[in-house]
């Protein structure tokens, strides 16, 4: 065991080196001071839900009021905020987000939703509730809610419709793709190995090797499929939107089960992806857009949500080409005052200049420093979380960005910012002993499940 003053001692690290591509000079990072900066933007954040929109979905930042992604809220932000402030040690945050789960979330609701982001935040949300603090009603609302979105599933292909509805299983929109139809992997799975009933993996199982095995001959995969069909709508293949949480669930589900079958299948994708998408520029290395067919590049196109990927092959080994990946991430936020959308790294231009408080190129540098202990991470990770409490902060919350080149904030802050960007950053700067990577694996919404 480590002493709270050898602790205290470690916590306060000097850093030597410079930080990739930044002109950051040499500098010393408090990690305790760091993470109590993250932990008080999480109660601040937390206050300003609580005051103007307490029970709903999301707070608006801007206009001081809830909202809700459909007719009825289904409490989106405590779910997704729960195990960020039980991990922060925040007993009374964690209990007000709990209170406000058990008193209002009720899934028998004639409403259409969203598979994929119900299944992230709110079964994986859930879950993660039931695991760290053991009360069964977490439990409960898990597997009713997972029995509505069961449905989804009853295609010829074994792949789900992109919704469903909850309280009468009628589908729509045939027309998916890889991350949403196999990012069911790891709460199904959890759920099986929760309840005891097959059900649940097997239908998700199904679904993410009914995309594999429609992988093309040089093993990538496209960007939309018909899933009534199985073929393949757009042909681009690349690692962002609507396909980053296909291959990382394929490597996590076998960290979560030793499924052999996915981590073969992960490592078909790793290698093509390597070949294919993976390139270097001197700003860093970024991963472009190519046809799912020939490999040829069809736009050299990066942006905030591809930044996920250096963390995964971190977490999976390749430490070497996620450091050469994270040069590029830093860049882009760097260069553009923080991480725009989507820009062309190529011509170094923007396309979408938005920034809606994203955490993947934060959590990058959180398994990079896991892996690594240089402390390169804990700078980039510093600039980061700093950049977006200084200029995301509003009088109520934190607001996403409309336009990183002038600033200007929108009226949104995503649950994913407590899930996930506020975990990241937290966890980045904490105790090792907060959280062992040995024995859990986070969902996309960075829901930790225990490695049974
Ligand atoms: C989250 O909901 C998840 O990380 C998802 O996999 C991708 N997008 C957001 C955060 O950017």
Same mark, same amino acid.
């Given at each position: 065991?480590?002493?709270?003053?050898?602790?205290?001692?470690?916590?306060?690290i000097?850093?030597?080196?410079?930080c990739?591509?930044?002109?950051?000079?040499?500098?010393?990072?408090?990690?305790?001071?760091?993470?109590?900066?993250?932990?008080?933007?999480?109660?601040? =954040?937390?206050q300003?839900?609580?005051?103007?929109?307490?029970?709903?979905?999301?707070l608006?930042?801007?206009?001081?009021?809830?909202?809700?992604?459909?007719?009825?809220? @289904?409490?989106?932000?405590?779910?997704?905020?729960?195990d960020?402030?039980?991990?922060?040690?925040?007993?009374?945050?964690?209990?007000?987000?709990?209170?406000?789960? #058990?008193?209002?979330?009720?899934?028998?609701?004639?409403?259409?939703i969203?598979?994929?982001?119900?299944n992230?935040?709110?079964?994986?949300?859930?879950?993660?509730?039931?695991?760290?603090?053991? /009360?069964?009603? #977490?439990?409960?609302?898990?597997?009713?809610?997972?029995?509505?979105?069961?449905?989804?599933?009853?295609?010829?292909?074994?792949?789900?419709?992109?919704?469903?509805?909850?309280?009468?299983?009628?589908l729509?929109?045939?027309?998916?793709?890889?991350?949403?139809?196999?990012?069911?992997?790891?709460?199904?799975?959890?759920?099986?190995?929760l309840?005891?009933?097959?059900?649940?993996?097997?239908?998700?199982?199904?679904?993410?090797?009914?995309?594999?095995?429609?992988?093309?001959?040089?093993? @990538?995969?496209?960007?939309?499929?018909?899933?009534?069909?199985?073929?393949?709508?757009?042909?681009?293949?690349?690692?962002?939107?609507?396909?980053?949480?296909?291959?990382?669930?394929?490597?996590?589900?076998w960290?979560?089960?030793?499924?052999?079958?996915?981590?073969?299948?992960?490592?078909?994708?790793?290698?093509?992806?390597?070949?294919? @998408?993976?390139?270097?520029?001197?700003?860093?290395?970024?991963?472009?857009r190519?046809d799912m067919?020939?490999?040829?590049?069809?736009?050299?196109?990066?942006?905030? @949500?591809?930044?996920?990927?250096?963390?995964?092959?971190?977490?999976?080994?390749?430490?070497?080409?996620?450091?050469?990946?994270?040069?590029?991430?830093?860049?882009?936020?760097?260069?553009?005052?923080?991480?725009?959308?989507?820009?062309?790294?190529?011509?170094?231009?923007?396309?979408?200049?938005?920034?809606?408080?994203?955490?993947?190129?934060?959590?990058?540098?959180?398994?990079?420093?896991?892996?690594?202990? /240089?402390?390169?991470?804990?700078?980039?990770?510093?600039?980061?979380?700093?950049?977006?409490?200084?200029?995301?902060?509003?009088?109520?919350?934190?607001? =996403?960005?409309?336009?990183?080149?002038t600033?200007?904030?929108?009226?949104?802050?995503e649950?994913?910012? #407590?899930?996930?960007?506020?975990?990241?950053?937290?966890?980045? #700067?904490?105790?090792?002993?907060?959280? /062992?990577?040995?024995?859990?694996?986070?969902?996309?919404?960075?829901?930790?499940?225990?490695?049974?």
């Amino acid at each position: 065991m480590v002493s709270n003053k050898l602790l205290a001692a470690i916590l306060s690290i000097a850093i030597l080196s410079g930080c990739g591509n930044s002109k950051q000079s040499p500098t010393s990072i408090n990690k305790e001071e760091q993470s109590k900066k993250i932990v008080s933007a999480a109660q601040f =954040a937390w206050q300003g839900y609580m005051k103007y929109a307490k029970g709903f979905d999301a707070l608006k930042p801007i206009s001081k009021q809830g909202e809700n992604w459909y007719h009825t809220s @289904l409490q989106m932000t405590p779910i997704d905020a729960f195990d960020t402030f039980t991990l922060m040690g925040l007993k009374t945050e964690a209990d007000e987000a709990k209170d406000l789960i #058990f008193s209002n979330l009720n899934f028998d609701i004639d409403m259409d939703i969203q598979l994929f982001e119900i299944n992230i935040r709110l079964l994986g949300g859930l879950l993660s509730a039931y695991e760290l603090d053991g /009360d069964k009603r #977490f439990l409960t609302l898990a597997e009713d809610l997972c029995k509505r979105l069961l449905p989804a599933f009853k295609t010829s292909t074994g792949m789900p419709y992109r919704y469903v509805n909850l309280k009468t299983g009628a589908l729509r929109d045939s027309l998916n793709n890889p991350a949403e139809i196999g990012t069911c992997l790891l709460e199904f799975c959890k759920l099986t190995q929760l309840t005891g009933d097959s059900t649940y993996y097997k239908v998700a199982k199904n679904a993410v090797m009914a995309i594999y095995k429609r992988r093309s001959s040089i093993d @990538l995969v496209g960007t939309i499929i018909d899933v009534t069909t199985g073929e393949w709508k757009k042909p681009e293949c690349q690692i962002g939107a609507r396909l980053d949480s296909y291959f990382e669930y394929l490597y996590k589900n076998w960290l979560l089960t030793g499924d052999k079958e996915c981590y073969d299948a992960w490592e078909t994708h790793r290698k093509a992806i390597e070949k294919y @998408l993976i390139t270097d520029t001197p700003n860093g290395t970024f991963l472009t857009r190519v046809d799912m067919n020939t490999g040829k590049e069809t736009r050299s196109l990066y942006g905030a @949500l591809d930044a996920f990927y250096a963390g995964l092959l971190a977490l999976s080994g390749d430490v070497p080409t996620a450091q050469k990946i994270q040069e590029g991430n830093f860049y882009m936020w760097t260069r553009f005052n923080i991480e725009p959308e989507v820009f062309d790294f190529k011509k170094d231009s923007i396309l979408y200049p938005s920034y809606p408080l994203r955490p993947e190129n934060i959590e990058s540098c959180f398994y990079l420093y896991r892996k690594t202990n /240089d402390p390169k991470y804990l700078a980039m990770g510093k600039r980061m979380s700093d950049d977006i409490i200084d200029k995301c902060k509003t009088n109520a919350g934190f607001g =996403a960005v409309k336009n990183v080149t002038t600033l200007e904030l929108d009226d949104s802050m995503e649950s994913f910012f #407590f899930a996930e960007t506020l975990k990241y950053s937290y966890l980045l #700067f904490a105790s090792e002993d907060k959280l /062992d990577l040995e024995k859990l694996v986070f969902n996309t919404e960075a829901h930790p499940l225990k490695i049974q």
